[in-house]
């Protein structure tokens, strides 16, 4: 059983940083792509960045310039360093795995990113 936890979110002013983390546990091929989701209120689940376990990255064009991809295969790890936040970025940020050679696919428990303007 794979699991996904999430950290990092919280309430920051428009302009702001923050910082996600997600650990996966469990039985994890070597293969693999994590990234982040996010869902706004009354809006449907978005990407907003991707990364595969051979370095290829994916962005939304929304956040492309602001938001930095980065993992950790070693510790199943991925991280979403977001800068210069809008009020349109908030919403619940959910971690994603998608095992290759499994062909399973995992999401976190999600945390909110709200932003102030």
């Known amino acids: 059983q794979v699991q996904l936890v999430e950290s990092g979110g919280g309430l920051v002013q428009a302009g702001g940083s923050l910082r996600l983390s997600c650990a996966a546990s469990?039985?994890?091929?070597?293969?693999?792509?994590m990234g982040w989701y996010r869902q706004a209120p009354g809006k449907q689940r978005e990407l907003v960045a991707t990364?595969?376990?051979?370095?290829?990255?994916n962005y939304a064009d929304s956040v492309l310039g602001r938001f930095t991809i980065s993992r950790d295969n070693a510790k199943n790890t991925v991280f979403l360093q977001m800068n210069s936040l809008k009020p349109e970025d908030t919403a619940v940020y959910y971690c994603?795995?998608?095992?290759?050679?499994?062909?399973?696919?995992?999401w976190g428990q999600g945390t909110q990113v709200t932003v102030s303007s």
């Open positions: 469990g039985i994890i091929s070597s293969a693999s792509v």
């Open positions: 990364m595969s376990s051979g370095g290829d990255v």
């Open positions: 994603n795995l998608h095992d290759d050679i499994a062909g399973r696919n995992y």
